[in-house]
T-cell receptor
Framework: GQQLNQSPQSMFIQEGEDVSMNCTSSSIFNTWLWYKQEPGEGPVLLIALYKAGELTSNGRLTAQFGITRKDSFLNISASIPSDVGIYFCAGQGGSEKLVFGKGTKLTVNP | DAGVTQSPTHLIKTRGQHVTLRCSPISGHKSVSWYQQVLGQGPQFIFQYYEKEERGRGNFPDRFSARQFPNYSSELNVNALLLGDSALYLC?????????????FGPGTRLTVT
C-alpha cells in the first residue's frame, strides 16, 4: 500500500530559526496537505496543495508540491514558541482516503 | 462557526465490549471520514461517507462499521473490542465540490480498552 516517509522525526530548534521538513512517497499523489497537531487535539489543516510544482504560503509557513508528485516540503520561517507541535504530511492518490506520514515533532526553545 | 464535534471525549471499555463514537461535521459539509491514531503514529483511514453512502474503506476488520445520517452526522461502531483498539479516533469533515480533500478534523475520542 501507499506509504509516506516523513523526515526528520523530531527537531529541536531555537526561537527565530527557520525549519524545513519533508515527505516522500513511493507512489504519485494528486493532493498534498500539511497538518499540525497539538497534545489532546485533532490535526489542524495548515496548507493544501493541488498541482505539481505549486508553492503556497500561509503566514510564516510555505509548502511545495514536488514536481515528481512523490514529495512535498514544508518550511517555517522565524519560528516562535507556539509553533511547537507535531507536523503531519498527508497525501491523496486515486481514492478518497488520506495517507498520513508519521509526523515531525517540533520543539522550539525560547 | 462550530468546527467538527465528537463525543464522547474519553471512553474506557473492557475487551469484548462494543463502542459507538459520534461525530457532527462542520455546517455545510456533507462528507465525513473516520481515522484511527495510535500513539506516535499518523492517523490511519478507516471509512469515508458522503451523502450517507460509504465512499471508501481502509484496511480494518469487519468489527469496524459506520453510518451517516440524513443530517450528515456519523457514528463509528466497533464490536468485540481488543486491547489493540485503544487509540484516538478522529472524525474529519469536508465540503463537496472541487476541494473535497481539505479535511477538517475534530478533537477526537480517546478510547482505552482494558
Amino acid at each position: 500500500g501507499q506509504q509516506l516517509n516523513q523526515s526528520p522525526q523530531s527537531m529541536f530548534i531555537q526561537e527565530g530559526e527557520d525549519v524545513s521538513m519533508n515527505c516522500t512517497s513511493s507512489s504519485i499523489f494528486n493532493t498534498w496537505l500539511w497538518y499540525k497537531q497539538e497534545p489532546g487535539e485533532g490535526p489542524v489543516l495548515l496548507i493544501a496543495l493541488y498541482k505539481a510544482g505549486e508553492l503556497t504560503s500561509n503566514g510564516r509557513l510555505t509548502a511545495q508540491f514536488g514536481i515528481t508528485r512523490k514529495d512535498s516540503f514544508l518550511n517555517i520561517s522565524a519560528s516562535i514558541p507556539s509553533d511547537v507541535g507535531i507536523y503531519f504530511c498527508a497525501g491523496q492518490g486515486g481514492s478518497e482516503k488520506l495517507v498520513f506520514g508519521k509526523g515531525t515533532k517540533l520543539t522550539v526553545n525560547p | 462557526d462550530a468546527g467538527v464535534t465528537q463525543s464522547p471525549t474519553h471512553l474506557i471499555k473492557t475487551r469484548g465490549q462494543h463502542v459507538t463514537l459520534r461525530c457532527s461535521p462542520i455546517s455545510g459539509h456533507k462528507s465525513v471520514s473516520w481515522y484511527q491514531q495510535v500513539l506516535g503514529q499518523g492517523p490511519q483511514f478507516i471509512f469515508q461517507y458522503y451523502e450517507k453512502e460509504e465512499r471508501g474503506r481502509g484496511n480494518f476488520p469487519d468489527r469496524f462499521s459506520a453510518r451517516q445520517f440524513p443530517n450528515y452526522s456519523s457514528e463509528l461502531n466497533v464490536n468485540a473490542l481488543l486491547l489493540g483498539d485503544s487509540a484516538l479516533y478522529l472524525c474529519a469533515s469536508s465540503k463537496t465540490g472541487v476541494r473535497t480533500y481539505e479535511q477538517y478534523f475534530g478533537p477526537g475520542t480517546r478510547l482505552t480498552v482494558t
